[in-house]
Structures are given as C-alpha cells and as structure tokens.
C-alpha cells in the first residue's frame, strides 16, 4: 500500500505539502492538489483517515433514467441501497456523461469525494473512464460491462444467453423457423453479447443463421423504419430485439405499415420495462430483476472492499409471454 512518504518522493515535496494537497487545505495551489491527487491514484494510495471519517460509495449513472420510480435505474439504484444503506454507508448517486469523464479522472474523482467504491451504470465501450478501469484500483462494479485482468473490479447484470434461448425456444414451439434480430450497433459490451446469445441460440436449435436476418442501427425509429420490411422481405416471421425500446419501436411501425402483430410477425423486447405491459399487443420478453441487479451490484461490491476478486454475477432470465407472439404464419 503506497504511503505519503511514496507520494511526497515521487513528486520531490515535503510530507507536509502531500497531507495537505489530500485533505484540501487552502494553502496548497490547485495545480499541485491536483498533481498530488493524480499521483496518489497512480500509487495506489488509500486516504484511510478520509475513509473513517465518511464512510460513503456512489452510484454513477449514464443514459438511464434513475429519478423516475419503476424506471429501470431507479429500481436498480433503489435494490442497491436496500443492502447498503442498513450496513451504514452513505450512498451518493451521481448523473456523469463524457464530457464530465473528460473533465477529470475516474481515480481522481473518487479519492477526491471520499468514496471507498463505486457501481457504475450505463457506460459504454466508447467512454473515456472505461480505458482508465482496466488499471484502476479503485473497487468498482459494472452493470451490463465487463473489464477483464483487472482483480478490482466486477461485473454484474443479467444473463443475456439464457434469455435469448427461452425466447427462441418459445418462438420455435409456435413454429417459428426464420427469426430475425434488429440490435443497436456492437459499440458496448451488453449488445455484443446480445448479438452473440442470438448467434449461440440459433445454432443450438439448428436454425439458420443469415447476416440478412439482422439490422444493427444506431437510432431507434430509423432502424424499424429501415429493417422491418427488409426482414420480412427475407421471410423473418419473429423478430428479437436487443431492448424493449426498440421492440416497442417495431410495434409502433407495424400498425403504420398495417402489419399485424403476431399473425404477420411475433416481436419479443428484452428488459420487461413496466410500459412492455401495456403496449398493443402487450410486448412479449426477457425479464430483468432490477432489484434484484442493484442487490447484487452491492453484494458484488461487498466482495471488493473485502479483497475478495470476483467476476460476474448473472442474474437468471424469464421469459414473459404477452400478446406480441404467436403462431408462425402459413
């Protein structure tokens, strides 16, 4: 465990200046704070006088809504702090986006708040924070994202493989041969391994695989607009899809196109949000235990802060059968 003396050394400066860059003190130049904060994350160096003092995590969240309650982030949030906040910590949810990661560093910004661990929501491959993860020494836990060789941090979410096999197991039963899948585009680890857990539950019911039986497009109404005529050019008669976003999207272009749904072709989303219930038809999909996540998301972090390495947690998928599926057409 890296030390003030390591930090002082590094740097050429006295102990003194070190312990006041790290608790703030005013008569240290914001440059060298900050100098002294950048090294001390690259030391490895915890503040533990700082740690008994708060004993506080955050909750970082991207792209998700988490204020609106039975939203998929809030229920997330709210199955994490079930299982924090009894056991005495402070919990801190904090919305980021990249320019915020520009800003300042992931290290940096968690030795500087006084948070002894994070759990991340909504990040993506293309974030500037996800390249600082893969050294970071900073116990973090990621939902849907995965960070492999790095012992400090895990990974939690749902299991996406065994979601897209009830599905198309379901789809088969009702005589389903040609199935489709319409994907936003491969630039974050949970679609890539949607797009795999496709791949794999085709072949496993022997079903053709055909690169014209995908659409992969980055706004949601272009890509129905776009492949939902084209798949069903090709005879798809199910189509999955990587989000209940886009599925409920599908439902909507449909009924523009007079496409009945599910004589003419069976949709099935992946999330079970709490609008899935009651579209029309009502969205047939893959449920996730969002509070059951969060939960976990802590558990995982648990293990962290306890020097305890882990991996990934996956949650158990179900497949809930509405109205959006039925009978392959004739």
């Known amino acids: ?10 740097l050429g400066i006295s102990k003194s200046t070190v312990s006041k860059g790290l608790n703030n003190a005013r008569d240290v130049s914001e440059e060298m704070r900050k100098k002294i904060l950048e090294t001390a994350v690259e030391l490895g160096y915890v503040n533990r006088r700082q740690q008994k003092e708060r004993k506080a995590l955050c909750i970082l969240v991207e792209n998700m809504d988490f204020q609106t309650p039975n939203q998929f982030g809030h229920d997330i949030i709210l199955g994490f702090k079930q299982m924090a906040e009894p056991e005495g910590w402070t919990v801190d949810i904090i919305p980021i986006d990249m320019e915020f990661q520009r800003g300042i560093p992931y290290g940096v910004f968690i030795m500087e708040h006084g948070y002894q661990a994070s759990f991340i929501l909504g990040l993506t491959l293309l974030d500037p924070w996800i390249h600082e993860l893969r050294t970071s020494r900073v116990p973090t836990v990621l939902y849907d994202n995965y960070v492999k060789e790095n012992p400090c941090i895990a990974s939690v979410g749902c299991d996406s493989q065994e979601g897209f ?33 496709y791949l ?6 022997n079903l053709e695989i055909n690169e014209n039986y995908i659409g992969l497009g980055y706004y949601v109404n272009d890509s129905t607009r776009k492949y939902i005529p084209k798949l069903l050019d090709e005879g798809v008669t199910a189509i999955l899809f990587s989000h209940d976003v886009r599925a409920i999207s599908a439902i909507t272009e449909c009924k523009d196109r007079g496409i009945r749904i599910p004589e003419d072709v069976s949709i099935v989303g992946f999330d079970d ?3 899935t219930a009651y579209t029309l038809p009502s969205l047939t999909t893959i449920r996730q235990n969002r509070i059951g996540i969060g939960k976990c998301g802590y558990y ?30 004739q």
């Open 165 to 197: 096999e009830l599905a198309v197991k379901h789809l088969t039963s009702l005589g389903h041969k040609k199935i489709g899948l319409i994907s936003g585009p491969l630039e974050s680890y949970i679609l890539k391994a949607r797009y795999n857990a």
């Open 273 to 275: 949000l709490p609008m």
């Open 1 to 10: 465990m890296a030390t003030i003396n390591d930090i002082a050394e590094k």
């Open 300 to 329: 995982a972090l648990s293990c962290l802060l306890n020097q305890v390495s882990i991996g990934s947690i996956l949650l158990r998928a179900t497949l809930i059968v509405r109205n959006s599926t039925g009978p392959a057409p």
């Open 200 to 205: 794999n539950a085709m072949d496993k019911f």
